[in-house]
Protein backbone atom coordinates (compact mmCIF):
# COMPACT_ATOMS: atom_id res chain seq x y z
CA UNK A 1 0.00 0.00 0.00
CA UNK A 2 1.09 3.34 -0.79
CA UNK A 3 1.86 6.01 2.02
CA UNK A 4 -1.11 7.26 3.28
CA UNK A 5 -2.38 11.00 2.52
CA UNK A 6 -3.12 13.65 4.97
CA UNK A 7 -7.22 13.04 4.56
CA UNK A 8 -6.85 9.65 5.10
CA UNK A 9 -5.04 11.15 8.70
CA UNK A 10 -7.83 13.57 9.18
CA UNK A 11 -10.31 10.75 8.75
CA UNK A 12 -8.98 8.94 10.94
CA UNK A 13 -8.09 10.98 13.74
CA UNK A 14 -12.13 12.79 13.62
CA UNK A 15 -13.29 9.26 13.61
CA UNK A 16 -11.03 7.62 16.63
CA UNK A 17 -10.61 10.91 18.56
CA UNK A 18 -7.39 11.67 17.70
CA UNK A 19 -8.06 15.85 16.54
CA UNK A 20 -11.48 17.24 16.48
CA UNK A 21 -11.88 20.65 14.80
CA UNK A 22 -11.83 23.50 17.35
CA UNK A 23 -15.06 25.63 18.15
CA UNK A 24 -16.80 22.81 16.10
CA UNK A 25 -20.66 23.20 17.68
CA UNK A 26 -20.42 26.98 15.92
CA UNK A 27 -18.56 26.24 12.89
CA UNK A 28 -15.29 25.87 13.67
CA UNK A 29 -12.29 28.49 13.28
CA UNK A 30 -9.68 27.90 10.35
CA UNK A 31 -6.95 25.60 11.04
CA UNK A 32 -7.64 25.44 14.52
CA UNK A 33 -7.42 22.14 15.98
CA UNK A 34 -8.12 20.50 19.75
CA UNK A 35 -6.74 17.05 20.44
CA UNK A 36 -9.25 14.20 21.61
CA UNK A 37 -8.65 11.78 24.63
CA UNK A 38 -6.14 9.48 21.90
CA UNK A 39 -4.79 12.51 20.31
CA UNK A 40 -3.61 13.96 23.98
CA UNK A 41 -2.27 11.10 25.42
CA UNK A 42 -0.35 10.82 21.47
CA UNK A 43 1.41 14.55 21.87
CA UNK A 44 1.86 13.56 25.99
CA UNK A 45 4.18 10.55 24.93
CA UNK A 46 5.77 12.61 22.25
CA UNK A 47 7.07 15.59 24.56
CA UNK A 48 8.06 12.93 27.38
CA UNK A 49 9.57 10.91 25.43
CA UNK A 50 11.56 14.17 24.02
CA UNK A 51 12.07 15.53 27.11
CA UNK A 52 13.50 12.38 28.58
CA UNK A 53 15.67 12.00 25.33
CA UNK A 54 16.78 15.67 25.79
CA UNK A 55 17.11 16.48 29.44
CA UNK A 56 17.13 13.63 31.24
CA UNK A 57 19.50 11.42 29.62
CA UNK A 58 21.87 13.85 28.96
CA UNK A 59 24.27 15.80 31.48
CA UNK A 60 24.42 18.83 29.48
CA UNK A 61 20.99 20.48 28.89
CA UNK A 62 18.52 22.16 31.43
CA UNK A 63 14.68 22.58 31.05
CA UNK A 64 13.07 25.71 31.50
CA UNK A 65 9.29 26.88 31.33
CA UNK A 66 8.81 30.25 30.43
CA UNK A 67 5.88 32.70 30.02
CA UNK A 68 3.93 32.86 26.96
CA UNK A 69 3.65 37.04 27.22
CA UNK A 70 6.92 38.58 27.85
CA UNK A 71 7.60 42.38 28.28
CA UNK A 72 6.96 43.86 24.67
CA UNK A 73 11.31 45.42 24.27
CA UNK A 74 11.66 41.26 24.38
CA UNK A 75 10.47 41.40 20.65
CA UNK A 76 11.65 44.79 19.77
CA UNK A 77 15.20 43.79 20.73
CA UNK A 78 15.15 40.05 19.02
CA UNK A 79 14.20 41.38 15.93
CA UNK A 80 10.56 40.19 15.81
CA UNK A 81 8.65 43.26 16.01
CA UNK A 82 10.59 44.77 12.58
CA UNK A 83 10.99 41.49 10.98
CA UNK A 84 8.57 39.27 11.81
CA UNK A 85 6.34 39.72 8.39
CA UNK A 86 4.83 37.34 5.91
CA UNK A 87 4.67 39.89 2.81
CA UNK A 88 1.00 39.52 1.46
CA UNK A 89 -1.18 39.74 -1.68
CA UNK A 90 -4.96 39.74 -2.37
CA UNK A 91 -6.55 38.31 -5.25
CA UNK A 92 -9.16 40.93 -6.54
CA UNK A 93 -11.44 39.04 -8.17
CA UNK A 94 -11.96 35.94 -5.70
CA UNK A 95 -10.74 37.98 -2.53
CA UNK A 96 -8.94 35.04 -1.39
CA UNK A 97 -5.32 35.98 0.28
CA UNK A 98 -1.79 34.63 -0.17
CA UNK A 99 1.69 34.86 1.14
CA UNK A 100 3.56 36.29 -1.89
CA UNK A 101 6.89 34.50 -1.43
CA UNK A 102 4.33 30.95 -1.76
CA UNK A 103 3.58 31.55 -5.58
CA UNK A 104 4.66 30.53 -8.34
CA UNK A 105 5.06 31.78 -12.23
CA UNK A 106 6.08 30.35 -15.80
CA UNK A 107 10.05 31.29 -16.19
CA UNK A 108 10.59 32.78 -12.27
CA UNK A 109 13.97 33.15 -13.42
CA UNK A 110 15.89 36.31 -11.38
CA UNK A 111 12.28 37.67 -11.64
CA UNK A 112 11.12 38.92 -8.33
CA UNK A 113 7.48 37.97 -7.43
CA UNK A 114 6.43 41.16 -6.51
CA UNK A 115 7.98 42.04 -10.59
CA UNK A 116 6.00 39.59 -11.67
CA UNK A 117 2.70 40.55 -9.94
CA UNK A 118 3.23 43.52 -11.12
CA UNK A 119 3.04 42.17 -14.52
CA UNK A 120 0.37 39.79 -14.07
CA UNK A 121 2.03 36.93 -14.70
CA UNK A 122 0.90 34.80 -11.21
CA UNK A 123 -2.45 33.18 -11.37
CA UNK A 124 -4.29 33.09 -7.96
CA UNK A 125 -4.40 29.62 -6.88
CA UNK A 126 -7.70 29.58 -5.87
CA UNK A 127 -9.48 31.29 -8.93
CA UNK A 128 -6.57 31.31 -11.65
CA UNK A 129 -6.58 35.24 -12.13
CA UNK A 130 -3.76 37.63 -12.46
CA UNK A 131 -5.20 40.37 -10.75
CA UNK A 132 -3.48 40.29 -7.61
CA UNK A 133 -2.72 43.59 -5.25
CA UNK A 134 0.97 44.92 -4.65
CA UNK A 135 2.51 43.10 -1.92
CA UNK A 136 2.20 44.41 1.81
CA UNK A 137 4.26 43.27 4.62
CA UNK A 138 1.88 41.63 7.18
CA UNK A 139 2.85 40.87 11.03
CA UNK A 140 2.39 36.97 11.99
CA UNK A 141 2.67 38.19 15.78
CA UNK A 142 -0.60 37.74 17.63
CA UNK A 143 -1.60 41.03 19.51
CA UNK A 144 -3.03 41.43 22.92
CA UNK A 145 -3.20 44.57 26.11
CA UNK A 146 -2.27 44.14 29.43
CA UNK A 147 -3.19 46.26 32.37
CA UNK A 148 -6.64 47.39 34.01
CA UNK A 149 -6.75 50.15 31.66
CA UNK A 150 -5.39 49.37 28.55
CA UNK A 151 -6.57 50.35 25.33
CA UNK A 152 -5.98 50.66 21.42
CA UNK A 153 -3.65 53.84 21.83
CA UNK A 154 -1.39 52.89 24.89
CA UNK A 155 1.60 51.69 23.18
CA UNK A 156 2.80 50.68 26.86
CA UNK A 157 0.20 48.28 27.21
CA UNK A 158 0.87 46.22 23.98
CA UNK A 159 2.15 42.94 24.03
CA UNK A 160 2.34 39.87 21.97
CA UNK A 161 1.57 36.45 22.48
CA UNK A 162 5.00 34.75 21.82
CA UNK A 163 5.74 33.64 18.07
CA UNK A 164 8.71 31.01 19.02
CA UNK A 165 9.20 29.77 22.52
CA UNK A 166 13.05 30.79 22.32
CA UNK A 167 13.06 34.20 23.82
CA UNK A 168 11.98 33.01 27.19
CA UNK A 169 15.58 30.96 26.95
CA UNK A 170 18.29 33.26 25.81
CA UNK A 171 16.22 36.10 28.22
CA UNK A 172 16.84 33.58 31.37
CA UNK A 173 19.99 32.24 30.30
CA UNK A 174 21.88 34.35 32.83
CA UNK A 175 19.81 33.14 35.81
CA UNK A 176 20.44 29.75 34.46
CA UNK A 177 24.26 30.16 34.41
CA UNK A 178 23.96 31.20 37.86
CA UNK A 179 21.84 29.41 39.22
CA UNK A 180 23.33 25.71 37.56
CA UNK A 181 26.98 26.63 37.50
CA UNK A 182 27.09 25.11 34.13
CA UNK A 183 30.04 25.69 31.96
CA UNK A 184 29.96 26.06 27.70
CA UNK A 185 28.83 24.01 25.82
CA UNK A 186 25.40 23.13 27.33
CA UNK A 187 21.86 23.52 27.03
CA UNK A 188 18.53 24.88 27.51
CA UNK A 189 14.82 23.14 26.39
CA UNK A 190 11.66 23.81 26.61
CA UNK A 191 7.99 22.93 25.36
CA UNK A 192 5.61 25.25 25.33
CA UNK A 193 2.91 27.04 23.05
CA UNK A 194 3.61 29.64 20.15
CA UNK A 195 1.27 31.61 18.44
CA UNK A 196 1.70 32.93 14.84
CA UNK A 197 -0.88 35.05 12.94
CA UNK A 198 -0.50 33.09 9.75
CA UNK A 199 -1.48 34.27 6.12
CA UNK A 200 -2.23 30.91 4.87
CA UNK A 201 -2.64 28.10 7.46
CA UNK A 202 -3.89 24.72 6.32
CA UNK A 203 -3.30 21.26 5.49
CA UNK A 204 -4.63 20.19 9.14
CA UNK A 205 -2.44 20.15 12.24
CA UNK A 206 0.60 20.68 9.73
CA UNK A 207 0.14 24.92 9.76
CA UNK A 208 -1.91 26.66 12.12
CA UNK A 209 -2.21 29.51 14.20
CA UNK A 210 -1.47 28.08 17.61
CA UNK A 211 0.90 24.99 18.31
CA UNK A 212 3.78 23.72 20.92
CA UNK A 213 7.24 23.62 20.03
CA UNK A 214 10.13 21.14 21.49
CA UNK A 215 12.80 24.10 21.61
CA UNK A 216 16.19 23.58 22.80
CA UNK A 217 19.45 26.24 22.81
CA UNK A 218 22.52 24.77 22.38
CA UNK A 219 25.36 27.65 23.97
CA UNK A 220 28.63 27.21 22.83
CA UNK A 221 32.57 28.78 21.87
CA UNK A 222 31.77 30.26 18.65
CA UNK A 223 33.99 28.11 16.73
CA UNK A 224 32.09 25.31 18.28
CA UNK A 225 28.67 26.12 16.76
CA UNK A 226 29.35 24.95 12.90
CA UNK A 227 30.52 21.40 13.62
CA UNK A 228 27.21 21.68 16.27
CA UNK A 229 24.45 22.18 13.54
CA UNK A 230 25.49 19.22 11.88
CA UNK A 231 25.64 17.03 15.12
CA UNK A 232 22.19 17.84 15.97
CA UNK A 233 21.07 17.10 12.46
CA UNK A 234 22.55 13.70 12.77
CA UNK A 235 20.92 13.60 17.03
CA UNK A 236 17.74 13.99 15.79
CA UNK A 237 17.42 12.01 12.26
CA UNK A 238 18.54 9.10 15.08
CA UNK A 239 15.66 10.59 17.20
CA UNK A 240 13.17 10.62 14.63
CA UNK A 241 13.86 7.32 13.69
CA UNK A 242 13.58 5.81 16.92
CA UNK A 243 9.65 7.27 17.01
CA UNK A 244 9.37 5.12 13.92
CA UNK A 245 9.34 7.84 11.36
CA UNK A 246 10.78 6.44 8.31
CA UNK A 247 14.19 7.29 6.53
CA UNK A 248 12.59 6.94 3.56
CA UNK A 249 9.99 10.04 4.15
CA UNK A 250 13.29 12.17 5.27
CA UNK A 251 15.04 14.37 3.32
CA UNK A 252 17.13 17.56 4.58
CA UNK A 253 17.09 20.79 3.24
CA UNK A 254 20.12 23.37 3.26
CA UNK A 255 18.19 26.79 3.37
CA UNK A 256 19.83 29.34 1.18
CA UNK A 257 20.87 32.30 2.07
CA UNK A 258 18.57 34.45 0.83
CA UNK A 259 15.74 31.95 2.54
CA UNK A 260 17.50 32.56 6.35
CA UNK A 261 16.19 34.08 9.28
CA UNK A 262 17.59 37.41 10.12
CA UNK A 263 18.89 35.46 13.36
CA UNK A 264 20.70 32.62 10.99
CA UNK A 265 24.13 32.20 9.53
CA UNK A 266 22.91 28.44 8.37
CA UNK A 267 19.65 26.73 8.97
CA UNK A 268 19.08 23.00 8.05
CA UNK A 269 15.76 21.68 7.55
CA UNK A 270 14.54 18.12 8.12
CA UNK A 271 11.81 18.00 5.60
CA UNK A 272 9.01 15.08 5.57
CA UNK A 273 6.81 14.12 2.82
CA UNK A 274 3.53 14.69 3.68
CA UNK A 275 1.80 14.51 0.29
CA UNK A 276 3.29 12.00 -0.96
CA UNK A 277 0.17 11.88 -3.14
CA UNK A 278 1.48 15.05 -5.50
CA UNK A 279 2.84 13.72 -8.26
CA UNK A 280 5.77 16.50 -8.13
CA UNK A 281 8.72 15.32 -6.23
CA UNK A 282 9.45 18.47 -4.85
CA UNK A 283 6.00 19.33 -3.71
CA UNK A 284 5.46 16.22 -1.31
CA UNK A 285 7.52 17.88 0.95
CA UNK A 286 7.25 20.16 4.11
CA UNK A 287 9.19 21.57 6.96
CA UNK A 288 9.33 18.82 9.85
CA UNK A 289 11.86 20.82 12.10
CA UNK A 290 15.10 23.61 11.17
CA UNK A 291 18.21 23.17 13.09
CA UNK A 292 20.05 26.65 13.28
CA UNK A 293 23.33 28.61 13.87
CA UNK A 294 21.60 31.90 15.50
CA UNK A 295 25.18 32.71 16.34
CA UNK A 296 25.53 35.46 19.30
CA UNK A 297 22.58 37.49 17.90
CA UNK A 298 20.12 36.61 20.42
CA UNK A 299 23.33 36.86 23.40
CA UNK A 300 24.08 40.29 22.39
CA UNK A 301 20.47 41.67 21.23
CA UNK A 302 19.36 40.81 25.02
CA UNK A 303 22.28 42.85 26.67
CA UNK A 304 23.27 45.98 27.73
CA UNK A 305 26.92 46.42 26.44
CA UNK A 306 27.15 45.31 22.98
CA UNK A 307 27.36 48.88 20.15
CA UNK A 308 27.25 48.48 16.53
CA UNK A 309 29.17 49.28 14.44
CA UNK A 310 28.87 53.56 15.02
CA UNK A 311 29.32 52.91 18.71
CA UNK A 312 25.55 53.03 19.59
CA UNK A 313 24.84 50.73 22.41
CA UNK A 314 22.43 47.94 20.40
CA UNK A 315 19.95 47.30 23.75
CA UNK A 316 19.92 50.85 25.55
CA UNK A 317 17.04 49.12 27.49
CA UNK A 318 18.44 46.06 29.14
CA UNK A 319 19.62 45.67 32.74
CA UNK A 320 22.07 42.76 32.29
CA UNK A 321 24.78 41.46 30.24
CA UNK A 322 25.01 37.92 28.65
CA UNK A 323 28.50 37.79 28.22
CA UNK A 324 30.28 34.23 28.87
CA UNK A 325 33.00 34.24 31.16
CA UNK A 326 35.41 31.24 30.53
CA UNK A 327 37.51 30.57 33.52
CA UNK A 328 39.87 28.01 31.41
CA UNK A 329 40.63 30.85 28.29
CA UNK A 330 40.35 33.93 31.16
CA UNK A 331 38.09 35.37 27.78
CA UNK A 332 34.82 37.13 28.24
CA UNK A 333 32.14 36.37 25.25
CA UNK A 334 29.08 36.53 23.93
CA UNK A 335 28.00 32.76 23.60
CA UNK A 336 26.87 31.26 20.40
CA UNK A 337 23.49 29.54 19.76
CA UNK A 338 22.50 26.63 17.94
CA UNK A 339 18.97 25.82 17.77
CA UNK A 340 16.90 22.62 17.32
CA UNK A 341 13.36 23.08 17.08
CA UNK A 342 10.65 20.87 16.38
CA UNK A 343 6.93 20.96 16.65
CA UNK A 344 4.48 18.75 18.64
CA UNK A 345 1.79 19.08 15.79
CA UNK A 346 4.42 18.47 13.05
CA UNK A 347 5.65 15.67 14.62
CA UNK A 348 2.99 14.04 15.71
CA UNK A 349 1.27 14.17 11.85
CA UNK A 350 4.63 12.44 10.89
CA UNK A 351 4.75 9.57 13.91
CA UNK A 352 0.89 9.14 12.26
CA UNK A 353 1.62 8.71 8.47
CA UNK A 354 4.15 6.50 9.40
CA UNK A 355 2.55 4.45 11.48
CA UNK A 356 -0.62 3.74 9.58
CA UNK A 357 -0.59 0.72 7.77
CA UNK A 358 -3.41 -1.65 6.37
CA UNK A 359 -3.28 -5.52 7.08
CA UNK A 360 -6.00 -7.99 5.03
CA UNK A 361 -8.15 -4.93 4.51
CA UNK A 362 -7.95 -3.81 8.16
CA UNK A 363 -6.09 -0.48 9.18
CA UNK A 364 -3.99 -1.11 11.85
CA UNK A 365 -1.80 2.20 13.35
CA UNK A 366 1.90 0.30 14.06
CA UNK A 367 3.19 3.24 16.74
CA UNK A 368 6.19 2.67 19.35
CA UNK A 369 4.52 0.88 22.33
CA UNK A 370 5.94 3.67 24.30
CA UNK A 371 4.06 6.31 21.75
CA UNK A 372 0.63 4.22 21.54
CA UNK A 373 -1.83 6.01 24.05
CA UNK A 374 -3.70 3.30 25.13
CA UNK A 375 -0.94 0.32 25.70
CA UNK A 376 -3.51 -2.72 26.79
CA UNK A 377 -7.28 -2.81 25.96
CA UNK A 378 -8.56 -5.60 28.73
CA UNK A 379 -11.86 -7.49 26.57
CA UNK A 380 -14.14 -9.84 28.34
CA UNK A 381 -14.99 -12.63 26.17
CA UNK A 382 -18.71 -12.56 27.59
CA UNK A 383 -19.92 -9.40 29.13
CA UNK A 384 -22.95 -10.78 30.73
CA UNK A 385 -20.88 -12.96 32.64
CA UNK A 386 -20.52 -11.40 35.87
CA UNK A 387 -17.30 -13.50 36.94
CA UNK A 388 -15.72 -12.90 33.83
CA UNK A 389 -16.34 -8.87 33.52
CA UNK A 390 -15.17 -8.70 37.22
CA UNK A 391 -11.91 -10.45 36.94
CA UNK A 392 -11.88 -8.15 33.50
CA UNK A 393 -12.00 -5.11 35.33
CA UNK A 394 -9.24 -6.09 38.08
CA UNK A 395 -6.87 -6.95 35.65
CA UNK A 396 -7.45 -3.37 33.82
CA UNK A 397 -7.33 -1.66 37.92
CA UNK A 398 -3.97 -3.58 38.30
CA UNK A 399 -2.53 -2.49 34.90
CA UNK A 400 -3.42 0.83 35.30
CA UNK A 401 -1.29 1.65 37.92
CA UNK A 402 1.49 1.10 35.53
CA UNK A 403 0.34 2.20 31.98
CA UNK A 404 -2.57 3.51 30.20
CA UNK A 405 -5.20 0.78 30.09
CA UNK A 406 -8.86 0.70 28.92
CA UNK A 407 -11.49 -2.17 29.58
CA UNK A 408 -14.41 -2.72 26.45
CA UNK A 409 -17.24 -5.02 26.25
CA UNK A 410 -19.17 -2.56 23.59
CA UNK A 411 -18.67 -5.02 20.67
CA UNK A 412 -17.82 -8.52 19.74
CA UNK A 413 -14.05 -9.69 19.97
CA UNK A 414 -13.84 -9.24 16.57
CA UNK A 415 -14.69 -6.18 16.56
CA UNK A 416 -12.55 -4.98 19.79
CA UNK A 417 -9.45 -6.38 18.19
CA UNK A 418 -9.86 -4.15 15.18
CA UNK A 419 -10.92 -0.79 17.17
CA UNK A 420 -7.66 -1.00 19.42
CA UNK A 421 -5.57 -1.91 16.19
CA UNK A 422 -7.05 1.01 14.44
CA UNK A 423 -5.99 3.37 17.62
CA UNK A 424 -2.29 1.47 18.02
CA UNK A 425 -3.01 -0.44 20.95
CA UNK A 426 -0.27 -2.61 21.17
CA UNK A 427 -1.94 -5.67 23.24
CA UNK A 428 -5.27 -7.00 23.96
CA UNK A 429 -6.23 -9.11 27.06
CA UNK A 430 -8.82 -11.46 26.37
CA UNK A 431 -10.57 -12.29 29.37
CA UNK A 432 -12.61 -16.02 28.78
CA UNK A 433 -14.29 -18.71 30.83
CA UNK A 434 -10.72 -20.48 30.88
CA UNK A 435 -9.25 -17.49 32.69
CA UNK A 436 -11.69 -18.45 35.32
CA UNK A 437 -10.23 -22.06 35.97
CA UNK A 438 -6.52 -21.31 35.58
CA UNK A 439 -6.07 -17.14 36.17
CA UNK A 440 -4.41 -16.89 32.62
CA UNK A 441 -5.71 -14.58 29.33
CA UNK A 442 -4.80 -14.37 26.38
CA UNK A 443 -2.36 -11.59 24.76
CA UNK A 444 -2.76 -10.55 21.20
CA UNK A 445 -0.07 -8.33 19.87
CA UNK A 446 -1.53 -5.59 17.29
CA UNK A 447 1.35 -6.69 14.71
CA UNK A 448 1.31 -9.91 14.39
CA UNK A 449 -2.15 -10.73 15.44
CA UNK A 450 -0.18 -13.62 17.37
CA UNK A 451 -2.39 -15.01 20.50
CA UNK A 452 -0.79 -16.07 23.70
CA UNK A 453 -1.71 -17.79 27.31
CA UNK A 454 0.18 -15.50 29.91
CA UNK A 455 -0.76 -15.66 33.41
CA UNK A 456 -2.96 -12.38 35.19
CA UNK A 457 -0.60 -12.28 38.06
CA UNK A 458 2.37 -11.54 35.63
CA UNK A 459 0.43 -9.38 32.72
CA UNK A 460 2.07 -6.47 34.02
CA UNK A 461 5.89 -7.81 33.80
CA UNK A 462 4.97 -9.39 30.30
CA UNK A 463 3.39 -6.19 28.80
CA UNK A 464 6.65 -3.98 30.08
CA UNK A 465 8.86 -6.34 28.27
CA UNK A 466 7.37 -7.63 25.44
CA UNK A 467 8.51 -6.24 22.12
Not at 107 to 125: E, F, N, R, T
Not at 132 to 145: C, D, G, S, V, W
Not at 220 to 233: F, I, K
Not at 421 to 431: F, K, L
Request: hydrophobic share 35%; charged share 30%.
Amino acid sequence: MSAPNIETIVNLSKRRGFVYPASDIYGGLGSAWDYGPLGVELANNIKQDWWKWMVHERDDIEGIDSSIIQNRLVWKYCGHEETFNDMMTDCRECKSRHRADKLEFEGMGDMSVDDAIAQSLVQCPNCGKTDLTEPRPFLTMLKTRIGAVADEEDYNSLAYLRPETAQGIFINFGHILTTSKRKLPFGIAQIGKAFRNEITPGNFILRTREFEQMEMEYFCRPEEAPALVDEWVENYLEWLGSLGVSKDNIDLYEVPDDELAHYSVRTVDIMYRYFPEREEEDRQWDELMGIANRTDFDTKSHSKKPQDEEGKRINPDSTDDLSYFDPYTNERFYPYVVEPAIGVNRTLLAVLMDAYTVKDERVVLKLKKRLAPIKAAVLPLKKNKSEIVELAKKIKKDLSKTMRSVYDDTAGIGKLYARQDEIGTPSCITVDFDSLDDQTVTVRDRDTWEQERVPAERLTEFLNTEG
